[in-house]
């Protein structure tokens, strides 16, 4: 399977946990993208990397979030004392460039 | 403030019939627009790209249309089938990553 892939699906964690959430981009894919969906919602943009290099940040993404790209493959999402809120749907995409983007299947993660 | 919507959060229509779905946009100048499909639990999949000098793209039974003066964008299924039934969101690109609407959820009845 060449497309995107994230891992793991599924995550229940207990408030004030951390968790991390890796995504593998397609190969030859340069620009690799994080989004949070929740229910009713269309995705909403939190980060996307250039290579290795982080180019943006939403003002979504508070301190709690980081994210990492190390040698411009794949990457992680930490969210540090998770807190109810945080439930949601954590989307990885990967593109060339602007256009097209191919998304990964998502990692849903549930506070409790 | 940027705003993106959809016409409606749901749309119900008869197998065979042309489903019509719209983007309307406020405060923005995207170079392009984009249409993707969700099914529940899955990622989004993109179906089609119209940039802001093309008036109307096509694809097997998709169409798009994208009105820059109008800022809007209609999304047409033609002879639409069950297997149509999801949900479809619009995306903008400017000199910012995507920006999603929150998708119209589409029912196609046999």
């Known amino acids: 399977d060449t497309g995107v892939s994230q891992n793991p699906r599924h995550k229940i964690t207990k408030r004030g946990q951390n968790v991390t959430f890796r995504c593998d981009p397609i190969s030859e894919h340069n620009r690799l993208y994080w989004y949070r969906q929740t229910l009713g919602q269309g995705p909403e943009f939190l980060t996307y990397?250039?290579?290795?290099?982080?180019?943006?940040k939403s003002r979504l993404l508070s301190d709690r979030f980081s994210a990492e790209r190390p040698k411009g493959s794949f990457s992680t999402l930490e969210i540090q004392r998770t807190e109810q809120g945080d439930s949601a749907m954590y989307l990885c995409a990967s593109s060339t460039g602007t256009g097209r983007e191919y998304f990964g299947p998502g990692t849903r993660l549930t506070v409790t | 403030s940027q705003k993106i919507e959809q016409n409606s959060e749901a749309l119900n229509i008869q197998e065979g019939k042309t489903a019509t779905l719209t983007c309307n946009y406020t405060?923005?100048?995207?170079?392009?627009l984009q249409w993707y499909r969700q099914d529940p639990g899955r990622g989004p999949v993109f179906l089609l790209l119209?940039?802001?000098?093309?008036k109307e793209k096509r694809k097997e039974r998709l169409k798009v249309t994208f009105d820059t003066t109008l800022k809007q964008s209609l999304f047409h299924i033609t002879a639409s089938q069950p297997a149509d039934s999801a949900t479809y969101l619009c995306a903008l690109e400017g000199n910012t990553p995507l920006v999603f609407g929150k998708g119209t959820r589409l029912s196609v009845i046999a």
């Open positions: 405060n923005y100048s995207p170079a392009y």
């Open positions: 119209i940039r802001e000098n093309e």
């Open positions: 990397f250039q290579n290795e290099a982080q180019l943006e």
